[in-house]
């Protein structure tokens, strides 16, 4: 059977286009000097080639603590990479960008601007009676349900309802209900799970993102967050009804719906469509972020009873309130290491945060030279097992790490600490692109942490239980079975 002509010319110049290109990497690419395998996890390939190892046709994976700075700076942040762009949302057929994932300077400072001063400290902690709201209700519900009854509690499961509801709480005034029902109401956090799989994959290839998710002919993909998206426009809309009638119930803290919504009247380009978009990110980053950071805690601290006690010890000796209360807790210096160690060993973002090297390209520290345009990153995950940073035995959970040692001068634990926690932090971002959340979450983990451990003996079912993770951009841990057994009274 004789080929098409037509069929047997683009076979022919598809096979030139794959061979010149396979050329020009093995032999002309300026980013030949750099080792990789695709195939093996960024902390294997470091171990294997070094410093800087090619993970991309045009994507280098570095692992130098020291960089940080240089790559996420405050001043002159180097640009980011497309892999963000795959989060852009189709509305009406258009993309549209937010304060995550837009490469545009000038986007994000006008858009960021106006909110940043919600998400200070003092601002978050203004939101505390809210989290306590939250708390309370996870601690009874949790006691009901498994302590009294010495039921096996899916901790991973219901830690991710603490987190969202905690979010909507603070974001709304009002739970989505996944605490008080136990499961996961209208499959929001399914939909959002599947968004960030999408994500973290696609990501790694963004150009696909045109002919899949915004393929403008037939769209290939999870919807990420459209149960959450019409969740969140149906709040907006029966929130300023209630405004404009006088029926509001304001609450004695401003929430986020209350100081986005007013923004409107503050700044031309602030709409209806705007707040959705705040709050649509508040709820998102503060759901599944904030269950993957705390998943890790409770799941190390199981993982080793002598830890487990230790902390316990210093909780019992605090005398904290119930639930307890940030300016008790925040100074606890346990509580703070047993925390840290788990963003450590498990950070919350475990895919290297992309960026664009500068006009001017950059020389790593051995002297190889990378040209302007390169996507390049460190990994949180790839960081915090730095051993010159963080001492031995990093793949182990040792909370004593964050404390001064023995012998240790003031000022020297206090240079090792702050060098340990900048690069711990790196998974909520560095420099202007920060996360906004960052207070939030801590305020919501250590509060979290403090009062459950206050309140309960928690044990995993099976002290040889091991539990099993997946790396969609954010860390999703999951089989977690504990048990709960009530400590003391509480009201």
Not at 263 to 286: H, R, T
Not at 373 to 391: C, M, Q, Y
């Amino acid at each position: 059977m004789t080929a098409n002509p037509i069929t047997l010319s683009l076979a022919i110049i598809l096979a030139t286009l794959a061979s010149a290109k396979l050329v020009w990497e093995l032999l002309f690419s300026p980013l030949r000097a750099f080792p990789g395998d695709v195939d093996r996890k960024h902390l294997a390939w470091h171990h294997k080639w070094g410093s800087a190892v090619r993970v991309g046709p045009n994507a280098i994976s570095l692992n130098d603590p020291d960089l940080i700075k240089t790559l996420y700076g405050t001043k002159n942040p180097w640009r980011k990479s497309d892999m963000y762009r795959p989060n852009d949302v189709v509305v009406n057929g258009a993309r549209i960008q937010n304060i995550f994932n837009t490469q545009d300077k000038k986007f994000h400072a006008k858009y960021a601007r106006p909110i940043g001063g919600f998400w200070t400290l003092s601002k978050v902690l203004e939101l505390e009676p809210l989290f306590d709201e939250t708390i309370r209700l996870l601690v009874s519900r949790l006691n009901d349900g498994f302590a009294e009854k010495r039921a096996v509690c899916m901790m991973d499961n219901w830690l991710a309802y603490f987190a969202w509801d905690a979010a909507a709480n603070v974001s709304f005034g009002r739970h989505y209900g996944f605490i008080e029902e136990g499961e996961d109401i209208g499959g929001i956090i399914n939909e959002s799970t599947a968004g960030l799989k999408y994500f973290s994959a696609i990501s790694q290839i963004p150009w696909l993102d045109n002919w899949l998710d915004k393929n403008p002919w037939y769209r290939i993909g999870p919807r990420p967050l459209v149960n959450g998206f019409l969740y969140t426009v149906r709040i907006l809309s029966e929130y300023q009804q209630q405004v404009a009638s006088g029926a509001v119930k304001r609450k004695k803290q401003d929430l986020f719906i209350d100081n986005y919504n007013g923004l409107k009247e503050k700044y031309d380009f602030v709409d209806d469509q705007q707040v959705i978009y705040w709050l649509m990110l508040n709820v998102l980053a503060g759901g599944d972020s904030t269950a993957g950071a705390m998943r890790p805690i409770f799941y190390h601290l199981a993982k080793n009873r002598d830890k487990y006690e230790k902390l316990v010890r210093e909780l019992d000796g605090a005398e904290l309130s119930f639930p307890a209360q940030w300016k008790d807790c925040s100074k606890l210096p346990y509580l703070d290491a047993c925390v840290r160690e788990a963003f450590r060993v498990n950070p919350a973002v475990a895919l290297m945060l992309e960026r664009e090297v500068p006009a001017e390209g950059f020389t790593i520290p051995d002297g190889r030279f990378i040209p302007a345009g390169t996507k390049v990153g460190l990994n949180p995950a790839v960081v915090t097992r730095d051993s010159g940073v963080f001492g031995e035995y990093v793949e182990k959970y040792v909370p004593e790490r964050w404390l001064q040692k023995e012998g240790e001068s003031d000022v020297d634990f206090v240079t090792r600490l702050r060098r340990m926690q900048e690069t711990t932090d790196l998974m909520f971002g560095a420099g202007s692109r920060v996360c906004m959340g960052k207070h939030l979450a801590r305020l919501e983990m250590y509060k979290l942490v403090a009062t459950l451990y206050s309140t309960f003996d928690v044990k995993l079912e099976d002290p040889r239980h091991e539990w099993t993770y997946c790396n969609a951009w954010f860390m999703y841990h999951s089989d977690m079975p504990m048990i709960l057994t009530a400590r003391e009274n509480f009201s």
